[in-house]
Structure formats: C-alpha cells, structure tokens
C-alpha cells in the first residue's frame, strides 16, 4: 500500500551535516508513525528516530538525540532526518519505514520499508 523511496544520503566529513528524505506513496500517508532506521556492517537493523502520523510525537535514540531532527510534511508526503555533527559512528545505510507501531524501537512494528540511502561520515 505504501511505497517509501529514500535519497539525500552520501559521503562527508566528520562534523558535516546532511538532510535525508523519504517521499511517500499514497494519499493515506498521515495515518502512519514513520520511522528512520540504520544498519551499519556487521550490525543489525536499529531505529533512530520516530515521528507520529501527527508529528506531536517524536522519540530519538539516545546517539542521536540533539543532533539529528525527524520531521514531516503530511502535505508533501515526505518525512526527514536532519543530521549534523555526524560522526563515522553514523555511517551505515539509512532506512525510512513506515507503521502503526507503539513500540516505536522495534522493526517489526513497521509494515513498509524504502530500499536505503547510504550515509558515510569519514573521519
């Protein structure tokens, strides 16, 4: 029902900033919590930040928290994950999902996945 394509990812410094997006298929995109997730090598698939289909609601993990900002526009279909001062324990490929999960952590309480847009932060 829900297709979820991710772009804004690449390659920077150490301290840079980038802005990823996931644009959204649908008319029915408000009425799912979106979440950001990343997978580093070797790592598993962890959630890095959630916002509400109202966006009233945002919760972060706590290596992100006052550096990265998720936001959305229910208008435009799309949701963002703001990161600065990004460090090369962020890099890993960055996944928008999208849901109507109450345990926000959890990758099983999202139905839909876009394919991942890489994030790279060389020190």
């Known amino acids: 029902q829900v297709q979820l394509v991710e772009s804004g990812g690449g390659l920077v410094q150490a301290g840079g900033s980038l802005r990823l997006s996931c644009a959204a298929s649908g008319r029915t995109f408000s009425n799912y919590d979106m979440g950001w997730f990343r997978q580093a090598p070797g790592k598993e698939r962890d959630i890095v930040a959630r916002i509400s289909r109202s966006g009233r609601s945002i919760s972060y993990t706590n290596p992100v928290k006052g550096r990265f900002t998720i936001s959305r526009d229910n208008a435009k279909h799309t949701v963002y994950l703001q990161m600065n001062s990004l460090n090369p324990e962020d890099t890993a490929v960055y996944y928008c999902?999208?849901?109507?999960?109450?345990?926000?952590?959890?990758?099983?309480?999202?139905?839909?996945w876009g394919q991942g847009t890489p994030v790279t932060a060389s020190s």
């Open positions: 999902a999208a849901g109507q999960a109450m345990c926000w952590r959890s990758r099983r309480e999202y139905d839909y």
